[in-house]
């Protein structure tokens, strides 16, 4: 067949911190709950722990659906086997800032930094490459990271 | 990403956000090589905030590695071939 164009549906990568501070898990099941509805395909990439606090919570997988270990999605995007078109990396510790600024680099995705916790001013002004930073001091209350991610609303970008 | 537990590895310094262990290595070591994120030394892609110093230290390698719930680790590694390859990159 000639002519036609199949489109790919637009995807999206979350990039779990540690998930010590209680929000991410909040925030990352509302980000993937409005992606989907927004009709762009959500994968969690995070450590065992930040991937089983979600997956457990979602069982059936009305939410969540790829789920991978970080360490695997950061060697398939520098590798070129695999990219996305947004990605959102949650910080609340410098490691955040260190994953940020790798997808950054390696990824040709607009990025996202959504950051939080007790230091989050500290960390916002360690942004100096190419993001997009939703930020907000939450640690147990996810209301104002909430309302500033609906600010932006990325899945509407 | 390679698997770290796999080497035999000496911890330099731990617990340090990565821009400390970059300056660390640079104070420290005097030949290093910038790299950008997903380079790989060894079988590992390193990451952080590019440019990521790597230190040479006569048959060491020393490499920030990052975890998120420990922050940065430098580690040095013995292996005369790594050095070897990394030496050949021009600064």
């Known amino acids: 067949m000639t002519g036609e164009s199949t489109t790919q549906p ?3 990568l979350l990039v779990l911190g540690c998930p010590q501070v209680p929000v991410q898990t909040s925030i990352a099941l509302y980000l993937i ?19 089983t606090l979600l997956v457990v919570a979602d069982p059936d ?10 360490d695997r999605a950061i060697v398939m995007i520098t590798e070129k086997k695999r990219d996305f078109d947004r990605c959102f990396v949650f910080i609340h510790n410098d490691a955040g800032v260190t994953y940020a600024g790798t997808m950054s680099a390696i990824s040709k995705a607009k990025i996202y930094t959504i950051i939080y916790g007790e230091h989050y001013e500290e960390l ?25 991610l609906d600010e932006v609303a990325p899945w509407a970008a | 990403m390679g698997c770290v537990e796999s080497m035999n590895y000496e911890i330099v310094l731990r617990d340090a956000t990565f821009k400390e262990s970059r300056d660390f290595i640079k104070k420290t070591y005097a030949e290093f090589r910038d790299v950008e994120p997903g ?7 390193v990451i952080g905030l590019p440019p990521i110093a790597i230190g040479l230290d006569g048959d060491f390698v020393i490499f920030p590695y990052t975890k998120p719930c420990h922050g940065t680790f430098l580690l040095r590694v013995e292996d005369k071939e790594e050095v070897a390859r990394l030496r050949a990159i021009k600064k």
């Open chain 2, 39 to 45: 380079f790989k030394v060894f079988d590992v892609h």
């Open chain 1, 124 to 148: 916002l002004k360690q942004m100096d490459f190419p993001c997009t930073p939703i930020a907000a001091k939450a640690v147990h209350n996810p209301l104002p990271l909430k309302k500033a």
């Open chain 1, 10 to 12: 637009a995807t999206a």
């Open chain 1, 33 to 51: 709950n409005r992606l989907k509805k927004a009709g762009i395909v959500p994968t969690v990439a995070g450590n065992k722990a930040a991937n």
């Open chain 1, 61 to 70: 997988r009305h939410y969540l659906g790829e789920v991978m270990d970080l």
